[in-house]
C-alpha cells in the first residue's frame, strides 16, 4: 500500500503555477475574485485557504465578503460588477450560500470564461462533450493525482461512488475522456443504486465521493485496488481535543492493506482541489489575455 500525497502534489503543482504566473505577469498578475455570503466557519476556513494559495502562486486575490443577510440581487450584482471587470480573470463563489440565495441562479451568472470553479452548466456541457473548458477541481486534481503517481486508467474499471455535479458527473466523465488519466470504462454507482458492493468489488480504480462515512468497508474494495477518498466528514470525537475527528467516505484502516494507492483524509484530495483552482486561473488569464 502507498499513500498518494495530495499536499506533495499540490505544492509541486502550486510551484510551477508561480513559475508560469511569474513568466507571463508583464503588465499585471492573474486575478481571482473570492465572494464569500455569510459567517459559515468552514467556508471562512476555504476562502482564507485560497487567497493564501493565490499569494504563493503569484496571483492576485479580490476578496469580498458579504453579510448573511445580504440579497440575492445584491450578490448577483456583484458578480456581475467582476464579469465586467476586465482586470479579473477568474470569479470563485464560496458555497453553501445562504438559503434565501439560489445558488444555482448565482453560479449561472458568472461569466463562462471566468467559471474557474467549472460549476456552470455550460462547463459541464463542454465536458460532456469532449471539449473542456474549466472542469471542477477536485475532479480536475484526482486526475492530476492518477496521472502524476503513474497509475494506468486506460483500460481500467473505474467504479464512482456519487453523482453530484461537483465531483461524481464531472469525475465520471473525465476517467472516460481520451488520453492522459482517461480511457476508462466506468460505472457510476449512488444511494438508488442495487448491490453497490458488487460494483465496487470489481473496481481497479474506486473513488468515493458519497459523503457518509466510512461508507467504503474492507469487503467492499477488491485487492490491489487504487483507492480515492474524497468524502470529509465531522464525527464525534470525545478523545480529541477539538471534540470531533475528521474521516472520509473510507474506512482507511480497514482497507487501506487492501490497496495498491490511497488518499488519506486529510492530506488527500483536499490539497490537489485548491491546486487546481489556481491552474484553471492561471489558465482563464491566459485564455483572456492571449498569452
Do not use: W
Not at 510551477?16 to 486575478?31: D, F, N, T
Not at 471562512?44 to 493565490?54: E, L, M, Q, R, T
Not at 464531472?170 to 480511457?183: S, V, W, Y
Not at 468497508?217 to 480529541?240: Q, W
Amino acid at each position: 500500500m502507498q499513500l498518494l500525497d495530495g499536499k506533495a502534489c499540490a505544492a509541486a503543482i502550486k510551484k510551477e503555477v508561480a513559475v508560469e504566473s511569474a513568466r507571463l505577469a508583464i503588465g499585471r498578475k492573474p486575478v481571482l475574485a473570492l465572494v464569500r455570503v455569510g459567517e459559515d466557519p468552514a467556508s471562512k476556513v476555504y476562502v482564507a485557504a485560497k487567497a493564501k494559495a493565490c499569494e504563493e502562486c503569484g496571483i492576485e486575490s479580490r476578496n469580498t465578503s458579504l453579510p448573511e443577510d445580504t440579497s440575492e440581487a445584491r450578490v448577483l450584482d456583484v458578480l456581475r460588477a467582476f464579469n465586467d471587470d476586465p482586470d479579473v480573470d477568474g470569479i470563485l463563489l464560496q458555497l453553501p450560500l445562504p438559503r434565501h440565495i439560489d445558488s444555482d441562479r448565482a453560479i449561472a451568472s458568472i461569466s463562462p470564461e471566468k467559471d474557474v470553479d467549472g460549476f456552470r452548466p455550460e462547463s459541464l456541457g463542454r465536458l460532456a462533450a469532449g471539449t473542456p473548458r474549466f472542469v471542477p477541481c477536485t475532479p480536475l486534481g484526482i486526475r492530476e493525482l492518477l496521472i502524476r503517481n503513474g497509475i494506468a486508467t486506460a483500460g481500467a474499471h473505474a467504479v464512482v461512488l456519487g453523482r453530484s455535479v461537483i465531483v461524481g458527473k464531472p469525475m465520471a466523465l473525465l476517467l472516460g475522456l481520451k488520453g492522459p488519466g482517461g480511457d476508462a470504462t466506468v460505472t457510476t454507482v449512488h444511494s438508488r443504486s442495487r448491490n453497490i458492493e458488487d460494483h465496487t468489488r470489481r473496481a481497479d480504480i474506486l473513488i468515493a465521493a458519497m459523503g457518509v462515512p466510512k461508507f467504503v468497508k474492507k469487503d467492499m474494495v477488491k485487492d490491489g485496488a487504487v483507492v480515492i477518498d474524497v468524502g470529509i466528514n465531522r464525527v464525534d470525537d470525545p478523545s480529541s481535543q477539538k471534540g470531533y475527528a475528521l474521516v472520509g467516505d473510507v474506512d482507511f484502516d480497514a482497507v487501506a492493506p487492501r490497496t495498491s494507492f490511497i488518499t488519506p483524509v486529510p492530506g488527500g484530495v483536499g490539497p490537489m482541489t485548491v491546486a487546481m483552482l489556481m491552474s484553471n486561473t492561471l489558465a482563464a488569464f491566459r485564455m483572456r489575455t492571449g498569452k
